[in-house]
């Protein structure tokens, strides 16, 4: 192939890369989608077409219906995406500000309490909005919210968050330096800094903000969530991350949001 | 000099400037999670770090130079003036102005996706609209690259194309094709979602893309090295190159298999199947054999100038070779660096072994020794070779050329070897810090210090490159000469149609795209609900 | 009348080149092939091959209803004995956050993600794993000696993918099948 040869002296170059690319390709495909998968032990093929289909990767429907085993408590039944309760309308928000009269006796009249009840203001709507449907399927009990809320409807609930979500939030000076806990985490222990979640960072769907809430609310819903008293975390996310929290950094963690804006 | 010597140099110093920053950024990232500083307050600011340091030294760094060296090459190696000068142009105000709407949103935090940006997660729109602005104006260069070509061709009927514009025309070719699956991913996927349009995104598919694109790139950027140590070196080493053919060869191999492989970068994923996986693993395993022949012919031909100057024996003809030239000296760092790297790129490329580092920072450690090491101290050695024939002033700072290459390829080794023992040990990528404290993870603490000591050597390494180029920018002016590429042993009269063109690559290439990836897109495709919804980064800011 | 044939010409340089360059592509092909042959029989012996299935799983429903709800995640004795990890990577855990996993028996992993692309590694292990959004990822895997190994994501996830770090416990397996008496899905969770 190096030297000068006339063109029409042995095999061309096209019938031989050509030939030699698919024979590879064809040994391959032969190999890897019909003898390979057979060769394995432990999975089982119904046939050598089954096998075949496999490794070419045809979508199978998740054959987990095995026994799936149900908890014997309520979990929360919504399902979360980012783009829910955007843009709420005008409404909305006066509907919401008309049911949260009745809220005012905890809450506050402007959504910040003056007790240990949590400051709805400025809190994120899809907080707001899942805490009420958890609080009326009991995947988060209180003796308190459960009889309040169990006569509100979806589109209440909808409206409720659309109104505390636009109240203004308190404004509170800051206080010192965040602990270790709260801008670095444990990483080994599993616990990520809380603001990759809760909003100094990035906000993930469904967390709620944590800036000027009581500290003794906090302390209490983080002490929940690691006895398990409190689960409608979805895929026990809080539950993970308290379990792994000493009392000390729970309570630093209360401290300082509750001084925090 | 070649005429269009102003628009090579605009490629060149924006690429090399975008590297100095990039580079600066690096160390201050490798430090940062290092046990010499303590956990980072934000750790926001490590990964939009990391984001502006892939992007700039993946997208802009290497297709600026590959661009630069190859309308180079075509007014050199085709001895005329470039062909669509003022679409170059064009192409090279594209990829500047994709690069700046790109970054900023990168730098005011609102795209912190990494490089890789793999959906869900997503970030500001514009910092994917301007990858995709450094793309476009990339394919305008594939296009004058395909263009000169063949205008030469039709104007010089049988001729052999010189060699490196073949070299470099397949280089073009390969990107043009590689860049389409991220352009897919981009436009198609991620875009869209990015502006509101959509809100859900098939994350496995847009991995398969991404994938498409993710292999290849790196043998786009593999290019100009490999066309400086065929057509560069053993000209500047006094030597001749062992074969025009061979060399051809593997250019063309490179053309055909660098691309349908890159589902080994998926082995670990559920969405593609065993049967692609082996498949792609199986041509995966070929295009190392490019890279093999390469090493001989390289080796061969600088053999051939060391016993011209006078070497004799098994192994004594290395003494003899001018090392003091930092043309050789590069490439020898060159040849090191990439025997190791390609060494742990064998083991990636097999599924078994990489299981057990796939995603530690052996990964990183990798592809840093194999691209910031043996690719581009070859884009230093381009930029020291053809620096006069663009400036048209003396580079006479060999010194510090030789410096500037032993740092290097020194800061290069200690950066990289000990960051390939960590990921060994287990160490995850991509974090912004670590706990040094824990026992388990203890034994990792003094290894990535070194790494950090290397990667301190490696910003004086840089901050000699931009020294040496400033001072040919400001030097006395000479007359550069002809530029030369190296001669062959034996020139060809004539070489067969298949090493002077790319048609039939071109199909092979296609097809096996065809082969290997055309049933898992498909497939994915027509998949009913496997979109998730978006998860947007950097949205409060 | 004897003919003399003339002596063959030795071989010319390009000859010589041309037949070394030939020797060597045939050696590199050699090795290369010998690499992929050696891949393909370890990874049959010692089971590491990649899994053989692709099964996707509705992402939103994931908590609500079948598989990975939060009560069927953990670890679970199939009939035949061997052992099924169910379990879910997120933005930024993983549950069950301490995975609990017997010696000397089979363990199938079935993995995925609620959110985002995590990674899934065990430390020292070549249990390596990626978790795309709607997917599952599966590895079998057997354990001989017990201890505890890390197990964090690998894959950037969002600002908390540093402190993703889970757990696995190994355990002798009679201790573990005293734990499994009381109840159906184990961790070290707590």
């Given at each position: ?261 | ?57 993946a997208y802009v760094l290497p297709t600026l130079v590959a661009m630069g060296f190859g309308y180079f090459v075509t007014e050199v190696a085709l001895k005329r003036p470039l062909i669509g000068l003022r679409w170059a142009w064009l192409g090279f105000a594209l990829v500047a102005l994709g690069t700046f709407v790109a970054i900023i949103p990168v730098a005011l935090g609102r795209a912190s996706v990494l490089y890789t940006f793999y959906p869900p997660l997503i970030g500001d729109p514009f910092y994917y609209i301007g990858v995709v602005l450094v793309v476009v104006g990339s394919w305008i260069w594939v296009a004058l690259m395909g263009v000169n070509m063949y205008a030469w061709k039709r104007q010089n009927p049988g001729a052999p194309v010189p060699f490196a514009m073949f070299a470099t025309v397949a280089g073009s070719f390969l990107w043009g094709w590689t860049a389409v699956g991220a352009a897919l991913e981009l436009l198609f996927q991620i875009i869209p979602v ?348 | ?190």
């Amino acid at each position: 192939m190096m030297r000068e040869r006339p063109a029409s002296e042995g095999v061309g170059w096209v019938p031989v890369s050509i030939g030699m690319t698919a024979a590879i390709a064809v040994a391959s495909i032969i190999v890897g989608f019909g003898w390979l998968p057979l060769q394995q032990r432990g999975e089982e093929f119904r046939g050598v077409w089954d096998a075949i289909c496999s490794a070419a990767g045809l979508v199978q429907v998740s054959s987990g219906t095995e026994q799936v085993v149900q908890a014997d408590y309520p979990t929360t039944r919504i399902e979360l995406t980012p783009q829910m309760l955007r843009n709420p309308s005008a409404q909305s928000i006066g509907r919401g500000a008309t049911l949260a009269l009745r809220c005012t006796m905890c809450h506050g009249a402007r959504g910040l309490s003056k007790a240990d009840t949590p400051n709805l203001a400025g809190q994120y709507p899809i907080a707001i909005y899942k805490q009420l449907m958890d609080f009326k399927s009991g995947a988060r009990a209180s003796a308190v919210m459960g009889p309040l809320v169990s006569d509100l409807s979806d589109a209440d609930m909808r409206d409720l968050a659309a109104y505390y979500a636009y109240l203004p939030r308190e404004a509170q000076p800051a206080s010192g330096a965040p602990p270790q806990i709260v801008t670095s985490g444990a990483p080994v222990r599993g616990i990520a800094p809380c603001g990759s979640c809760h909003g100094a960072l990035e906000v993930k769907v469904g967390a709620a903000w944590l800036g000027g809430q009581p500290s003794d609310y906090l302390r209490a819903q983080l002490k929940a969530f690691s006895s398990g008293a409190r689960r409608n975390d979805i895929g026990e996310q809080m539950r993970n991350v308290a379990r792994a929290m000493t009392a000390e950094e729970i309570d630093a963690a209360s401290r300082f949001y509750a001084d925090r804006p | 000099m070649p005429s269009s010597r102003r628009l090579i140099l605009a490629h060149l110093w924006f690429a090399f400037v975008g590297f100095g920053a990039a580079l600066l950024l690096g160390e201050w990232q490798m430090y940062i999670r290092s046990p010499l500083h303590t956990w980072i307050s934000d750790p926001e600011w490590y990964y939009r770090s990391v984001t502006a340091h892939g992007t700039t030294m993946a997208y802009v760094l290497p297709t600026l130079v590959a661009m630069g060296f190859g309308y180079f090459v075509t007014e050199v190696a085709l001895k005329r003036p470039l062909i669509g000068l003022r679409w170059a142009w064009l192409g090279f105000a594209l990829v500047a102005l994709g690069t700046f709407v790109a970054i900023i949103p990168v730098a005011l935090g609102r795209a912190s996706v990494l490089y890789t940006f793999y959906p869900p997660l997503i970030g500001d729109p514009f910092y994917y609209i301007g990858v995709v602005l450094v793309v476009v104006g990339s394919w305008i260069w594939v296009a004058l690259m395909g263009v000169n070509m063949y205008a030469w061709k039709r104007q010089n009927p049988g001729a052999p194309v010189p060699f490196a514009m073949f070299a470099t025309v397949a280089g073009s070719f390969l990107w043009g094709w590689t860049a389409v699956g991220a352009a897919l991913e981009l436009l198609f996927q991620i875009i869209p979602v990015a502006l509101g349009l959509r809100s859900t995104i098939d994350a496995g598919l847009a991995r398969v893309f991404f994938s498409w694109t993710l292999h290849a790139i790196v043998y786009f950027w593999l290019m100009p090295t490999y066309i400086a140590y065929y057509t560069i070196v053993p000209r500047a080493i006094g030597g001749r190159l062992f074969s025009d053919a061979m060399g051809r060869l593997a250019f063309v191999l490179f053309l055909v298999v660098a691309m349908p492989i890159g589902i080994h970068h998926l082995f670990q994923d559920p969405q593609v199947g065993a049967g692609f996986k082996f498949l792609q693993s199986v041509f995966t395993a070929i295009v190392a054999v490019p890279t093999l022949l390469t090493v001989f012919t390289i080796c061969a031909s600088v053999e051939i100038a060391g016993r011209l100057r006078g070497g004799k024996g098994l192994l004594g003809w290395l003494a003899t070779l001018p090392w003091d030239n930092p043309i050789m000296l590069g490439t020898a760092f060159s040849f090191v660096m990439l025997g190791f790297g390609g060494a742990g790129g064998l083991i990636n490329m097999s599924y078994q072994l990489d299981s057990t580092i796939h995603n530690t920072q052996w990964v990183t450690g990798h592809f840093h020794l194999i691209f910031a090491g043996a690719i581009v101290i070859m884009y230093f050695v381009i930029a020291y070779d053809i620096w006069p024939h663009l400036t048209g002033r003396a580079l006479d700072s060999v010194r510090l050329m030789r410096a500037q290459l032993w740092t290097w390829f020194v800061g290069m080794i200690v950066l990289t070897f000990p960051w390939h023992y960590v990921g060994m040990l287990g160490m995850p990528r991509r974090m912004a810090f670590y706990d040094y404290s824990d026992p388990a993870i203890a034994a990792q603490a003094a290894w990535v210090t070194m790494s950090v000591i290397g990667g301190a050597i490696l910003v004086l390494s840089g901050a000699l490159f931009l020294i040496v180029l400033v001072r040919g920018q400001m030097a006395a002016r000479i007359e550069p000469g002809l530029y030369r590429f190296s001669v062959a042993l034996r020139e060809p009269r004539t070489v067969p149609a298949a090493l002077n063109g790319f048609g039939l690559w071109l199909g092979l290439m296609v097809a096996l795209t065809i082969v290997n990836y055309g049933f898992p897109i498909a497939h994915a495709l027509a998949t009913p609900g496997t979109g998730v919804p978006a998860v947007m980064v950097g949205v409060g800011r | 009348m004897t003919q003399t044939l003339s002596p063959p010409l030795p071989p010319s340089p390009e000859d010589r080149a041309e037949r070394a360059e030939h020797r060597w592509a045939a050696v590199a092909v050699a090795v290369v092939t010998l690499l992929v042959v050696v891949a393909a029989v370890a990874g049959l012996r010692q089971e590491v091959m990649p899994q053989s299935r692709i099964e996707t799983v509705n992402l939103g429903t994931l908590h609500l209803g079948g598989e990975f709800v939060e009560s069927n995640l953990g670890s679970a004795i199939e009939p035949d004995g061997s052992v099924t990890v169910r379990a879910i990577g997120q933005q930024f855990s993983f549950t069950p956050s301490c995975i609990l996993v017997p010696t000397d028996t089979p363990i199938t992993f079935r993995v995925t993600s609620s959110d985002v692309v995590h990674g899934f590694l065990i430390t020292g292990t070549d249990i390596n794993l990626m978790l795309v959004p709607g997917y599952i990822s599966k590895i079998t895997a057997h354990f001989q000696t017990p201890g505890e190994r890390y197990m964090p994501c690998h894959e950037f996830c969002g600002m908390g993918h540093e402190g993703m770090w889970g757990r696995i416990k190994v355990v002798d397996k009679d201790a573990f099948k005293q734990m499994a008496a009381s109840t159906r899905r184990l961790s070290c969770a707590k």
